[in-house]
């Protein structure tokens, strides 16, 4: 039992070592004329490209998969599979911070607070993928539209198809990541809170655990709330100025 459990747990090398690649590849090779100001970021993105999309259309696989899904089912092969794919994202994408923007601390502790759900789901408690794995689905469905439209703000000062892109993005990208992450994801958080506080996991998924599976994806939802609220208030003005400047 012990070994099986080793080498479960050096599954997540293989996705690592494909993340770390992409990094590098997009560093060094993809992005090598743009702005080494930018450079660390778009790498990010990258990598963000080669999960968040993947992970949405697998972890939706992996659930449509489980005939007994549900909060409290135990954890299948696939979906543990989904999870270690996830893992091997946000820990090269946590180096990536450490080394660039150590200050960061806010993503940094994301990232964090995201491992730790992942991991205790995946190798402390073997159920709740299921709860985790729709979390995923909402946070990465969004994933492909907003490093698009991160990369192209990254570089709307320096080139006019990035500014247009960014243009042309920013109202399509700001509504549907306001129906899912303001919408869909406080809706299906106050259903799984709904059945873990009346005891529907009690000895299977400990109370510690899941209350600070809550904690964590509240506080990530409230962040992106207040995020996308920002957003809307720039686009709001910016907007603004241009019509009083077409009217003077």
């Given at each position: 039992m012990g070994l099986?459990?080793?080498?479960?747990?050096?599954?997540?090398?293989?996705?690592?070592?494909?993340?770390?690649?992409?990094?590098?590849?997009?560093?060094?090779?993809?992005?090598?004329n743009w702005s080494p100001k930018i450079r660390p970021e778009s790498a990010s993105c990258l990598i963000s490209l080669f999960h968040g999309t993947p992970a949405a259309i697998l972890g939706s696989a992996a659930i449509i998969a489980d005939?007994?899904?549900?909060?409290?089912?135990?954890?299948?092969?696939?979906?543990?599979?989904?999870?270690?794919?996830?893992?091997?994202?946000?820990?090269?994408d946590l180096v990536h911070y450490l080394v660039f923007f150590p200050g960061d601390v806010l993503f940094i502790a994301h990232h964090l607070a995201t491992l730790f759900v992942i991991v205790t789901c995946r190798?402390?408690?073997?159920?709740?993928?299921?709860?985790?794995?729709?979390?995923?689905v909402l946070a990465e469905v969004t994933s492909a539209c907003q490093n698009a439209w991160t990369l192209a703000a990254a570089r709307k000062g320096e080139d006019r198809f990035a500014s247009k892109v960014f243009d042309a993005l920013s109202l399509p990208f700001y509504a549907l990541y306001s129906v899912v992450r303001?919408?869909?994801?406080?809706?299906?958080?106050?259903?799984?809170?709904?059945?873990y506080a009346g005891g529907g996991a009690d000895g299977l998924v400990p109370r510690w655990v899941w209350i600070s599976w809550v904690v964590v994806v509240v506080m990530a939802i409230g962040v992106s709330i207040m995020w996308i609220s920002n957003l809307w208030l720039e686009l709001y003005r910016k907007r603004t100025r241009k019509l009083e400047d077409k009217i003077r």
């Amino acid at each position: 039992m012990g070994l099986e459990l080793e080498l479960e747990s050096l599954v997540v090398l293989p996705f690592l070592f494909m993340f770390f690649i992409i990094y590098l590849f997009g560093y060094f090779i993809l992005f090598r004329n743009w702005s080494p100001k930018i450079r660390p970021e778009s790498a990010s993105c990258l990598i963000s490209l080669f999960h968040g999309t993947p992970a949405a259309i697998l972890g939706s696989a992996a659930i449509i998969a489980d005939q007994n899904r549900g909060f409290v089912a135990a954890n299948t092969g696939f979906q543990k599979l989904v999870l270690d794919f996830s893992t091997a994202y946000f820990l090269m994408d946590l180096v990536h911070y450490l080394v660039f923007f150590p200050g960061d601390v806010l993503f940094i502790a994301h990232h964090l607070a995201t491992l730790f759900v992942i991991v205790t789901c995946r190798h402390a408690v073997s159920h709740g993928a299921f709860s985790v794995i729709v979390l995923l689905v909402l946070a990465e469905v969004t994933s492909a539209c907003q490093n698009a439209w991160t990369l192209a703000a990254a570089r709307k000062g320096e080139d006019r198809f990035a500014s247009k892109v960014f243009d042309a993005l920013s109202l399509p990208f700001y509504a549907l990541y306001s129906v899912v992450r303001g919408f869909i994801g406080p809706y299906y958080m106050y259903r799984m809170v709904v059945f873990y506080a009346g005891g529907g996991a009690d000895g299977l998924v400990p109370r510690w655990v899941w209350i600070s599976w809550v904690v964590v994806v509240v506080m990530a939802i409230g962040v992106s709330i207040m995020w996308i609220s920002n957003l809307w208030l720039e686009l709001y003005r910016k907007r603004t100025r241009k019509l009083e400047d077409k009217i003077r």
